[in-house]
């Protein structure tokens, strides 16, 4: 079993819609949970951090964290042609070392 | 965020020769590096952790004779690529952590630098 998992997709949404995207992950100390975009043939960007439960909201995007149930997601509102992207879960567990989920590819639709 | 370097973006070498990534933390120390590699269509694949003064902790399957890392200084670790071959194309990625806060209460966030696209021909 993978510690962090994602939905690989693809994950289709019209322009406009909300985003969710979604990931478990297994250390449950687990600590510090990231998510990265990436682009095709660039390397990855920190768009959210979160460590404590709840939401944390910047701008369009909204990440969520509950440790009961490990489980972390990301919101995309008002989704954009330009947030299609592949999106990467990361947990931080005790070694302090990331550990990446493999993936969601995401696509908006114009 | 924090800015995260890596030269050179591209090269191109002869199977045989070996070639030098730089990764540079910019406005950060850096204590810990992280080398990925990635090839098209697929996840990070961690290749070894880089460790400033100390030597460098590879993944299970990576050669670290073929794979050099040197972190002289909290802001450079170099990854040299030795007698590459065409297998050894891909996108090489590094990643460096900031660490801030207390003791007890430190976060860590990992910054990535943009990737060196290395063809062996």
């Known amino acids: 079993q993978k510690e962090v998992e994602q939905n690989s997709g693809p994950l289709s949404v019209p322009e406009g819609a909300i985003a969710s995207l979604n990931c478990t992950y297994s250390d449950r100390g687990s600590q510090s949970f990231f998510w990265y975009r990436q682009y095709s043939g660039k390397s990855p960007e920190l768009i959210m951090f979160i460590y404590s439960n709840g939401d944390k909201e910047d701008g369009r995007f909204t990440a969520q964290l509950n440790k009961a149930s490990q489980y972390v997601s990301l919101l995309i509102r008002d989704s954009q042609p330009s947030d299609s992207a592949t999106y990467l879960c990361a947990a931080t567990g005790s070694a302090r070392q990331l550990t990446f989920g493999s993936g969601t590819q995401l696509t908006v639709l114009p | 965020g924090a800015v995260v370097s890596q030269h050179p973006s591209w090269v191109i070498c002869k199977s045989g020769t070996s070639v030098k990534i730089e990764c540079r933390s910019l406005d950060f120390q850096a204590t810990t590096m992280f080398w990925y590699r990635q090839f098209p269509k697929q996840s990070l694949m961690l290749m070894a952790t880089s460790n400033e003064g100390s030597k460098a902790t590879y993944e299970q399957g990576v050669e670290k004779d073929k794979f050099l890392i040197n972190h002289a200084s909290l802001t450079l670790s170099t990854l040299t690529v030795t007698s590459a071959h065409p297998e050894d194309s891909s996108f090489y990625i590094c990643?460096?952590?900031?660490?801030?806060?207390?003791?007890?209460?430190?976060?860590?966030?990992?910054?990535f630098g943009p990737g060196t696209r290395l063809t062996v021909t």
């Open positions: 990643s460096a952590r900031e660490v801030w806060g207390l003791a007890g209460r430190k976060s860590y966030e990992q910054y």
